[in-house]
């Protein structure tokens, strides 16, 4: 169980242009699913965390409106980046809190498989 | 600044045990220590986690010194696909997200 998909797993785009991954869980609901990026050789940075019904929640320097993240069902949180330009090249993560989790007790996130995206 | 503290890199030989270990010595008392590790170009995977005591599963064994300050991740037969890197991660049970350090590149090799 407990398994996050993502779609697709790359994608290489023309600058200028949008892209939209998809985050699923399969097998269990999810109301908060987090966006991460990873560059080369670096670890994993925070963008935003998707909440299902409600407005997403970016970390500084995240520019909300570049990174459109939409959680509109208990199971799909998507992520679009607007206007991509090279810099925008990187690996895309995403992870959903597992919903057993108790007040004040651990929390798992189980992670996607990545989506790595290239922009000319 | 950060809550942990790892090694950059680490060795092992296949079939032997592999050691991690992680300092967090501003660990508060409703923290918990997980691990999670990546394997490249993949998405990370969830380990172990615990909180007091000593923790394990079916993919390792944590250790978690009494003080709390320092924990070791035990992997007790490492294998070539254990290859990976290996992030200790201190959060509260009600913390809203993870926050993932730079983590151990633990190399497995025959």
């Known amino acids: 169980g407990a398994v996050v998909s993502q779609h697709p797993s790359w994608v290489i785009c023309k600058s200028g242009t949008s892209v939209k991954i998809e985050c699923r869980s399969l097998?269990?609901?999810?109301?908060?699913m987090f966006w991460y990026r990873q560059f080369p050789k670096q670890s994993l940075m925070l963008m935003a965390t998707?909440?299902?019904?409600?407005?997403?929640?970016?970390e500084q320097g995240v520019e909300k409106d570049k990174f459109l993240i939409n959680h509109a069902s208990l199971t799909l949180s998507t992520l679009t980046v607007t206007s991509a330009h090279p810099e925008d090249s990187s690996f895309y993560i995403c992870?959903?809190?597992?919903?057993?989790?108790?007040?004040?007790?651990?929390?798992?996130?189980?992670f996607g498989p990545g989506t790595r995206l290239t922009v000319l | 600044d950060a809550k942990t503290t790892q090694p950059t890199s680490m060795d092992c030989a296949e079939g032997r045990a592999a050691n991690l270990p992680c300092n967090h010595s501003t660990i508060s008392g409703n923290e918990y220590v997980y691990w999670y590790r990546q394997i490249h170009s993949q998405g990370p995977q969830y380990i172990i986690h615990?909180?007091?005591n000593n923790e394990t599963n079916e993919m390792a064994s944590l250790i978690i010194t009494e003080d709390r300050k320092s924990s070791t991740l035990i992997l007790p037969h490492a294998t070539l696909r254990d290859t990976a890197v290996y992030y200790c991660?201190?959060?509260?049970?009600?913390?809203?997200?993870?926050?993932f350090g730079t983590g151990t590149r633990l190399q497995v090799t025959l």
């Open positions: 992870s959903a809190r597992v919903p057993w989790a108790t007040a004040g007790g651990p929390h798992e996130q189980f």
């Open positions: 991660i201190v959060e509260t049970g009600t913390a809203s997200k993870l926050t």
């Open positions: 097998d269990f609901q999810a109301t908060t």
């Open positions: 998707s909440n299902e019904g409600s407005k997403a929640t970016y």
């Open positions: 615990g909180l007091k």
